[in-house]
């Protein structure tokens, strides 16, 4: 465990970041290869992180990736484990994430929330899927769970990274920046405990990250984000083609002007859709060559 530090950004964790510790003890992960990046807790919990001997620096900034990227800006290993202090990550999968990373190449290892989903709130739940689904069409990878806050990184891919995304969005950038630089993004089943203390996550934030994802599609591929704005054009299209259908068959009323109006806005809009499909392919067809030139 000597290659891995550990970062727990926290923020009033008191009730739970003490199990949470003498569970990395157990691993065994050593106290100076554990950084809490405290937010100014009000409750203690940095004193419980010193009483137990471990490192412990205040972030600059607000939220949970600003604390997440001066924890890492902190690590001098090759890899690093981001993990949430609420108690909902068992540590002991943390073997099993560097294992998976230095047998299969992996730029980042997710731990995958299969196992105990129902301590998942059902609007999180729904939200991940969503958010995951969209990620692994943007770049045609196959994950189950892009939000977990539980992943390993190779920071040796990571220093270059330029973070903007805020809050809760920092796991989808981290992940972005390892497909868009043509790394694997691996993946590890891991239980999802019900977490202790008050819960931090609302529905605003899953919102937000969709935002935030749609940003990210920008800068990685903003010919498809252009297609993809472009293809609404379809809704008020069809609306508008409904409206001029009705009152021709059932009213006998011709709108000339509105018909034509209707089929070159649904014509523009499927035509985006198609471009923003063939961008999409284009895009994932650059990757592997990428990944392939790379690899030999």
């Not at 073997?95 to 105990?116: Q, S």
């Not at 508008?240 to 209707?262: Q, S, T």
Request: proline share 3%; aromatic share 8%; charged share 25%.
């Amino acid at each position: 465990m000597s290659q891995v530090t550990v970062v727990i950004p926290v923020l009033n964790e008191r009730e739970a970041l003490e199990k949470v510790l003498n569970e990395l003890f157990e691993v065994p992960i050593p106290r100076e290869r554990i950084i809490i990046v405290d937010g100014h807790s009000t409750d203690g919990t940095d004193k419980i992180a010193r009483k137990l001997g471990v490192k412990v620096v205040y972030q600059n900034g607000k939220g949970k990736a600003d604390a997440v990227k001066e924890g890492l800006s902190l690590v001098e290993t090759k890899y690093a484990v981001i993990m949430d202090g609420d108690y909902t990550y068992p540590a002991r999968y943390i073997p099993r994430l560097l294992e998976e990373a230095v047998v299969r190449r992996c730029g980042e290892v997710i731990g995958a929330r299969i196992h105990g989903r129902e301590n998942i709130p059902l609007l999180n739940r729904l939200g991940n899927r969503i958010i995951t689904l969209f990620f692994n069409v943007l770049y045609g990878t196959r994950l189950r769970d892009v939000l977990s806050g539980m992943y390993l990184v190779d920071m040796e891919h990571l220093r270059d990274a330029t973070y903007e995304m805020k809050g809760f969005s920092i796991e989808v950038e981290i992940a972005s920046h390892m497909a868009g630089s043509i790394l694997d993004i691996c993946e590890v089943p891991i239980e999802y405990r019900e977490r202790l203390g008050e819960k931090k996550l609302k529905a605003v934030h899953g919102l937000k990250i969709a935002i935030d994802l749609l940003r990210l599609v920008w800068r990685y591929n903003p010919v498809l984000f252009i297609f993809m704005v472009a293809s609404l054009l379809v809704i008020p299209g069809l609306a508008l083609g409904a409206y001029v259908a009705y009152y021709y068959f059932f009213e006998g009323v011709r709108y000339h002007v509105k018909g034509i109006i209707a089929i070159v806005l649904t014509a523009s809009g499927f035509n985006a859709l198609l471009l923003g499909v063939l961008s999409l392919y284009l895009k994932r067809m650059e990757l592997r060559l990428r990944k392939l030139v790379t690899r030999k």
